[in-house]
T-cell receptor
Framework: AQSVTQLGSHVSVSEGALVLLRCNYS??????LFWYVQYPNQGLQLLLK????ATLVKGINGFEAEFKKSETSFHLTKPSAHMSDAAEYFC??????????WGAGTKLIIKP | GAVVSQHPSRVICKSGTSVKIECRSLDFQATTMFWYRQFPKKSLMLMATSNEGSKATYEQGVEKDKFLINHASLTLSTLTVTSAHPEDSSFYIC?????????FGSGTRLTVV
């Protein structure tokens, strides 16, 4: 069965520092992988997704993620955090590009 | 780009009343729509999957008679919370699956008093 694990329910970084949000998954077939961001009281917005091809995926707002099959990971990074990045981030996986399996989410806190 | 409009964004209702939440795909046809519920400090929980013109498929533990889902057209799905109780207070999000993938609504904050 598929599952998604996001390490750390809260991650705190200083403004300007590297952002690293971890996501590991289990899947029996090559999955589709997604990162979504949710700002307070808003719906989800797609940051980036991996389907096939290049394993380093660039998304919006300067975020990127790398699919590492050997590590079954899809960690999200951003070189320099901005105050506006404070939000909740969700990793999701799909084996059939249909139904999503969600991670528990990581709240990103940016310290001034 | 694909846009999904979800209304209302916030609603407060009294216990025992029903509330309808609409989810519209504005510029694409969505054969499948998903309804999620988000509990505080927890991840999204899929409530049901609806396909246009057919009955929704509910996840285990979700009361289908309480959470009525209608997907009458390729651009509209509705979720009706019937006989709402305070424990139904939550953030509900819809998602529409179209040619460009998933597009999420902006969510509805339901408060039952």
């Amino acid at each position: 069965a598929q599952s998604v694990t996001q390490l750390g329910s809260h991650v705190s970084v200083s403004e300007g520092a590297l952002v690293l949000l971890r996501c590991n998954y289990s899947s029996s077939v090559p999955p589709y992988l997604f990162w979504y961001v949710q700002y307070p009281n808003q719906g989800l917005q797609l940051l980036l997704k991996y389907t096939t091809g290049a394993t380093l995926v660039k998304g919006i707002n300067g975020f990127e993620a790398e699919f590492k099959k050997s590590e079954t990971s899809f960690h999200l990074t951003k070189p320099s955090a901005h105050m506006s990045d404070a939000a909740e981030y969700f990793c999701a996986v799909s084996e059939n590009n249909y139904q999503l399996i969600w991670g528990a989410g990581t709240k990103l806190i940016i310290k001034p | 780009g694909a846009v999904v409009s979800q209304h209302p964004s916030r609603v407060i209702c009294k216990s025992g009343t029903s509330v309808k939440i609409e989810c519209r795909s504005l510029d694409f046809q969505a054969t499948t729509m998903f309804w999620y519920r988000q509990f505080p400090k927890k991840s999204l929980m899929l409530m049901a999957t609806s396909n246009e013109g057919s009955k929704a498929t509910y996840e285990q533990g979700v009361e289908k008679d309480k959470f009525l889902i209608n997907h009458a057209s390729l651009t509209l799905s509705t979720l009706t919370v019937t006989s709402a109780h305070p424990e139904d207070s939550s953030f509900y999000i819809c998602s529409a699956l179209g040619g460009l993938g998933y597009t999420f609504g902006s969510g509805t904050r339901l408060t039952v008093v």
